[in-house]
């Protein structure tokens, strides 16, 4: 808080001097970049836009704003297949020494699954006056790679849609079934194959008892 205080009184000080002589104070409106991989993004202040180009870490508007002027910085365009959004977009030119706000970029992230079915509940044949016979939850975990795993259980549903992954454009995805349910095989169709630019739907997950 002290900081604040003093900048505000530097900024004060020197708007109060700028004054004096017939001018104001002028402030660029600046952040930081995280997180820009790719080209696309553009923002703007008002009426006035920039493009930030990938592998930025810092940004400034060429028009400066005069003390006390407010500044509102947005996102005009997403670069494609990321989503960025601006930390600390709204301010008072002045209340600072410097303008600072920051802009954060993540990759999209799409999800792998389509729909299963089959996955039914197995019966309980261990009846006791305390314990009578009900169906036990079924279960089915899918791997993608060696990494992502994703448990299915009759708990929820015996059929319906599911995700196996979360991935960014680009990447390659490789589900299977790393376990079976109990006395039911599982089989699964499309399971591999590259994000391009959507959600993957189409894999199909079927479970039946054994032939």
């Known amino acids: 808080m002290k900081f604040s205080y003093v900048g505000a009184l530097v900024a004060l000080t020197l708007a109060s001097l700028l004054t004096a002589c017939g001018g104001k104070a002028q402030y660029t409106v600046?952040?930081?970049?995280?997180?820009?991989?790719?080209d696309g993004l553009v923002i703007s202040n008002g009426g006035n836009t920039l493009t930030v180009p990938k592998g930025a870490t810092s940004f400034a508007f060429p028009q400066q704003i005069d003390y006390g002027s407010e500044y509102n910085i947005t996102i005009t365009q997403q670069p494609?297949?990321?989503?960025?959004?601006?930390?600390?977009?709204?301010?008072?030119?002045?209340?600072?020494?410097?303008?600072?706000?920051?802009?954060?970029?993540?990759?999209?992230?799409?999800?792998?699954?389509?729909?299963?079915?089959?996955?039914?509940s197995v019966e309980n044949?261990?009846?006791?006056?305390?314990?009578?016979?009900?169906?036990?939850?079924?279960?089915?975990?899918?791997?993608?790679?060696?990494?992502?795993?994703?448990?299915?259980?009759?708990?929820?549903?015996?059929?319906?849609?599911?995700?196996?992954?979360?991935?960014?454009?680009?990447?390659?995805?490789?589900?299977?079934?790393?376990?079976?349910?109990?006395?039911?095989?599982?089989?699964?169709?499309n399971p591999s194959g590259v994000i391009r630019g959507a959600s993957v739907t189409n894999l199909v997950l079927t479970c039946a008892p054994p032939a």
């Open 30 to 38: 600046q952040g930081s970049v995280s997180g820009l991989t790719v």
């Open 80 to 120: 494609e297949f990321f989503t960025c959004e601006v930390l600390g977009p709204k301010g008072t030119a002045g209340y600072t020494v410097t303008i600072a706000a920051g802009i954060s970029c993540t990759p999209t992230a799409f999800t792998v699954g389509g729909k299963y079915s089959g996955l039914v």
């Open 125 to 189: 044949t261990v009846a006791t006056p305390t314990a009578p016979s009900a169906p036990v939850p079924n279960t089915v975990t899918l791997i993608n790679g060696s990494g992502t795993q994703v448990q299915l259980s009759s708990a929820t549903a015996t059929s319906g849609d599911f995700a196996a992954a979360s991935l960014t454009n680009g990447q390659v995805y490789s589900i299977s079934i790393l376990t079976q349910p109990k006395n039911l095989v599982c089989t699964l169709t």
